[in-house]
């Protein structure tokens, strides 16, 4: 750490004198946990070392009593290493992480279920937890509908308030006959501005306060960037991945994307480069008018997800593409209600060009598709009142939804992390640890019978009430 805060400050004090330009510290998490599993060696993925768990100094981390190291056979495929290799767990196992300062901890699990003589992926089904939420059920290291044309890794991303103490991540195998398994985890905390406390709920009964953000569980569901390109972990300043929009936007009629070359102006007050990284802001979609009137139309995304949550939907804006101050204003639709009347984006970044800004709504999937099981959030946003004719009218740089955990504590179906650890008992563990017990009582028992032949003076007695706790440990574990 202080080499790399020295290097740091080295680094700073070089370049400022040489860069008129402010030079941005990045973001330097105070737990960076990054575990490659099932590996021996570490594996090094831009310029971030994943350090593998099956070497002798990291097997602290990890609680199993039987989990498997297993090998891709085919490492010969251009995907990171990473995924070449996985631990698989027969029994319920645990990673922990300590954390070292209050806050919400990204953590990202990845699956890859690559081709193996030894092993055959589709006997994985199982649950996840972290700490006290459950945050996959029934989950196999797949559970995309294209699966039989999509082989690729899959990336699951939790956000989670943890106090000083740690991060506890569970694996348990569905049933006896199940297993789990996992290639990568990373468990990084975020900065502190990454989420607020408070956000704008909506629904068809309008808007309100929405307060405790910041202390809910969230699943990340979508990550876009609008009008732009994928952007990977590399280029992203809390190593994500948002993908473009092309697949969700419905109604485009009028719209048109933009890219802005210049420099990307981060103020205080408004989104930080953690929050959203240059290539998301730099990049739109707009509605725009000329021929003398405002162009009457909505920019419209649609994104299924499961009933039942709450979830929250960032949205950010970036003026990128307007040619001065004060002419683009325009509405905000969530689900077909009215979220946000007349945005005035020059004054949201007190009146800067290329700022970047975002707003947090709350919503629930209340606008329903025809199928009951799955729900959409629609986002909209198109001219109002107030738009200018020759301006452009709508912006939308990036969208994120994060599903938020329900009443359970769950992000995956209707049972608690209570009812999921009673339900699997783990029961070829238990068998075999009663077993074990009933074996010691019956050695004591032979023990305590010769010592008392022996023992010919008191000291038999004694060694009886020697055995009571034994026995009372055998109740503890009946009671389980
Ligand atoms: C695994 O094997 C199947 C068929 O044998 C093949 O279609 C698929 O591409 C392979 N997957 C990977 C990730 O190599
Ligand atoms: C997992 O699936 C089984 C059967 O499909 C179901 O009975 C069970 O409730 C599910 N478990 C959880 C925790 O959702
Ligand atoms: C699955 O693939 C089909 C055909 O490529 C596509 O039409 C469909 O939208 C895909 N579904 C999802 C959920 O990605
Ligand atoms: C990072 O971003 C730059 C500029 O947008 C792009 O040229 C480059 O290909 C990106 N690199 C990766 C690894 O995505
Ligand atoms: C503007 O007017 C031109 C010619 O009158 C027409 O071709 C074009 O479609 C119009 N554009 C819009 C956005 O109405
Ligand atoms: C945009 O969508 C909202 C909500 O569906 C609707 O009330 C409004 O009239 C639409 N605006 C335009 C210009 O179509
Ligand atoms: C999420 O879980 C917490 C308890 O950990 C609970 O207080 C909160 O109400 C839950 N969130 C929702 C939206 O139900």
Known sequence: MATILCRTIGFLLLFSTLLSVSVAISFSPANDYLI????????IIDNRRFIGDASSSNRKLLSSQGSITLQSE???????????????????????????????????LHFHRFNSSKFDFSDTEFHVMVNGYVVLTNFSGDDDVNSSTNFGPRVREFLIWVDVGEVVIRFIPSKDSKLAFVNAIEVISAPKDLIADVATS????????????????????????VGGRKVTPFNDTLWRSWVPDDEFIKVSDGSEKVYFSGRIKYKLGGASREVGPDNVYNTARVVKSNNGSVSRVNMTWEFPVSSGYKYLVRLHFCDIASISLGMLYFNIFINGNLAYQDLDISDATTYVLASPYYIDFVVDD???????????????????????????????????????????GSLDGFASTEMILSRCPNRRNLSLFMSMVAFMCILMSVYILIQRRKAKDGFGWLRLSDSVPEDNNLKTVNRV
């Open 36 to 43: 490659d599993c099932g590996s021996v060696v570490d594996s």
């Open 202 to 225: 909506v629904s068809n009964d309008g808007t309100e306060k929405f307060n405790g953000l910041v202390k809910q569980a969230m699943e990340v569901v979508y990550r876009i960037n």
């Open 366 to 408: 209340e606008y329903s598709s025809s199928s009951s099981s799955s729900g959409l959030i629609s986002i909209s946003v198109g001219p109002s009142s107030k738009s200018v004719e020759d301006a452009v009218d709508a912006i939308l740089n990036g969208v994120e939804i994060m599903k938020m955990n329900n009443t359970l």
């Open 74 to 108: 085919d490492p010969s495929t251009n995907l990171p290493q990473i995924y070449h290799t996985a631990r698989i767990f027969t029994r319920q196992a645990k990673y922990e992480f300590n954390v070292v300062e209050n806050g919400i901890q990204m953590v990202r």
